[in-house]
């Protein structure tokens, strides 16, 4: 990723690109999950996206990720294969947390490069359960400051 990437707000004509990338990185970093659920949940995901805050990272007219919120749920950052590792991920999660005191999420157990990803970036586990495809979901925290700082005084 070049220095002339930009994270900006998704715009109605961006839905199309965001979609690829949405199904893209999903059959790529959930491999142990079978290719017709993310294609069943593809129009629900769309709707979703419409209801959300969204930021999208964009190079030359391109766009290499985004990054969903509903509120502060950080409902999920997608990359395009190929523009992993990079940086898109971390500036999108920066801009995610821009102007918030914490942040949740969920992440597939299974997916431990997403895992070790939040990991570093200051997420701490607070539970897990069974999605409903029978994987087990992590349910990770953020909070501005870290959770040291909440619990010092």
């Known amino acids: 990723m070049q220095n002339s990437a930009v994270i900006r ?3 109605q004509e961006d839905l199309g690109a965001v979609m690829e990338i949405w199904l893209a990185a999903n059959l790529q970093a959930h491999d142990f999950v ?3 659920y993310w ?11 419409a209801g959300a805050e969204v930021y999208v990272c964009e190079e030359d007219g391109r766009l290499l990720g985004f990054a969903g919120l509903t ?3 950080l409902a999920g950052i997608f990359v395009r294969p190929g523009e992993q590792s990079r940086g898109v991920g971390k500036r999108l999660l920066d801009r995610a947390k821009l102007g918030r005191e914490r942040l949740t999420l969920s992440v597939y157990g299974k997916n ?10 200051g997420f701490v586990p607070e539970s897990s359960g069974t999605e ?3 994987e087990i979901e992590l349910h990770l925290c953020w909070q501005k400051g870290g959770l040291q700082a909440e619990n010092a005084g």
Do not use: V
Request: aromatic share 16%; no cysteine.
């Open 112 to 121: 431990s490069r997403a895992a070790a990803f939040y990991a570093r970036e």
């Open 39 to 49: 294609r069943a949940h593809y129009a629900e995901a769309a709707e979703g996206i």
């Open 34 to 36: 079978p290719a017709a």
């Open 71 to 73: 509120g502060d749920y």
């Open 132 to 134: 409903e495809n029978g």
């Open 9 to 11: 707000p998704f715009r």
